[in-house]
């Protein structure tokens, strides 16, 4: 089993930074590719950013230029920046990370439980 932890969310003023932190543990062959979506209410889930096991670099449109990811491999560790934060960021954000739990284990996506992001003043 593969377990998926967020941190860092919170409440920030419009204009401020968070960085939000995600570390997956357990039963692990390898994790390719982690990232970040989030969820506000009423809404359905979206992509906010992924980063490829090798570095690579998706963003959605809204998050580019504000919000930079980064992973740190050994530590099965993926991070989100995100400065210049606005009242529409508000949502509880999601973690996944894609993983083998075997040598010939399928890669799957496992979630963590999210983190709410509050900005409001």
């Known amino acids: 089993q593969v377990h998926v932890v967020e941190s860092g969310g919170g409440l920030v003023q419009p204009g401020g930074s968070l960085r939000l932190s995600c570390v997956a543990s357990g039963t692990i062959f390898s994790i390719g590719t982690m990232g970040w979506y989030r969820q506000a209410p009423g809404k359905e889930r979206e992509l906010v950013a992924i980063?490829?096991?090798?570095?690579?670099?998706t963003y959605a449109d809204s998050a580019k230029g504000r919000f930079t990811i980064s992973r740190d491999n050994v530590n099965n560790a993926v991070y989100l920046q995100m400065n210049d934060l606005k009242p529409e960021d508000s949502a509880v954000y999601y973690c996944?990370?894609?993983?083998?739990?075997?040598?010939?284990?399928?890669?799957?996506?496992?979630w963590g439980q999210g983190t709410q992001v509050t900005v409001s003043s």
């Open positions: 996944i990370a894609y993983s083998r739990v075997s040598y010939a284990g399928s890669n799957s996506p496992y």
């Open positions: 980063i490829r096991r090798s570095g690579p670099t």
